[in-house]
């Protein structure tokens, strides 16, 4: 039981450094976050799709 919640801790840790540190510089995921994603991400902290934001406004 104790390595089923690790892993969805884990899974939970590595979607949300994906939408910080590689979405904002892929556009195809940087869009799929932009969405999907931080409709939820929000929620917890406006500051985890603050990245994909400004790559949107930098790129037009």
Partial sequence: MRNLILLLVLLGAGFILVGIYV?????????????????????????ICAPIRRAEAERG
């Fill in 23 to 47: 979405a904002p510089g892929q556009p195809a995921l940087r869009a799929w976050y932009r969405d999907t994603a931080c409709v939820h991400l929000d929620k917890i902290s406006p500051e």
